[in-house]
């Protein structure tokens, strides 16, 4: 069966360090790649999506990146990360082409920049 | 679409009674939906979905119901527990694309 991993699943950085956060997915191959931010009690955005290796898609301009440096592997990043940057990171993955079916969330990342 | 920036609508219910939480969505390209439940501090966990080419499907305690014409959905939830506490999004698709658009969520409180 698949499954989706993120780590770490809390994590506290000043103000202007950087950030990395990473996200694999076991038991598939070539799957669609995708980092989430969820504020305190808000919903979902969509921060980059990826379809494979080296692709990535950007939907919100902002002091972030993605990268995707192997099949099933998707990183987030930043090189200096500002308080705005603070909130609920969330990896997902689906089967590769256009089925959703099978989309499916990772636990999270609780991210806090002071 | 997405309305990350608005806070969250809340339904509270009393442990037994049944839920009801609605989402409209817009497209009406839209033909696969489903419904999330997050629990705090958690990632949104599959609850279930449904195809346009119906109207109803059960799970276990939990009903979708799609009703095409007005373009709503609703998660029903039977005998409603504590253990149901969490926010819950619905999400839609249209065939081809594979990023599936969020509902804003509902936050569900349940009361002993």
Not at chain 1, 33 to 56: D, K
């Amino acid at each position: 069966s698949q499954t989706i991993h993120q780590w770490p699943a809390t994590l506290v950085q000043p103000v202007g360090s950087p950030l990395s956060l990473e996200c694999t997915v076991e038991g598939t191959s070539n799957p669609n790649l995708y980092w989430y931010r969820q504020a305190a009690g808000r919903g979902l955005q969509l921060l980059f999506y990826s379809v494979g290796i080296g692709q990535i898609s950007s939907e919100v301009p902002q002091n972030l990146s993605a990268s995707r440096p192997q099949d099933r592997q998707f990183i987030l990043s930043s090189k200096k990360l500002l308080l705005s940057d603070s909130g609920f990171y969330l990896c997902a993955w689906s089967v590769a082409g256009g089925d959703v079916s099978g989309y499916t969330f990772g636990s999270g990342t609780r991210l806090t920049v002071v | 679409g997405e309305s990350v920036g608005l806070h969250l609508p809340t339904l509270s219910v009393q442990e037994g009674d049944n839920s009801i939480i609605n989402c409209a969505y817009s497209n009406s390209a839209s033909d696969y939906f489903i419904w999330y439940k997050q629990e705090s501090g958690k990632g949104p966990q599959f609850i279930i979905d449904i195809r346009s080419n119906m109207d109803k499907r059960q799970g276990q305690r939990v009903t979708v119901l799609l009703n095409k014409t007005v373009k709503h959905l609703s998660l029903q939830i039977a005998a409603t527990q504590p253990g149901d506490s969490a926010v819950y999004f619905c999400a839609e698709n249209s065939g081809g694309s594979y990023i599936p658009t969020f509902g804003r969520g509902t936050s569900l409180i349940v009361h002993p």
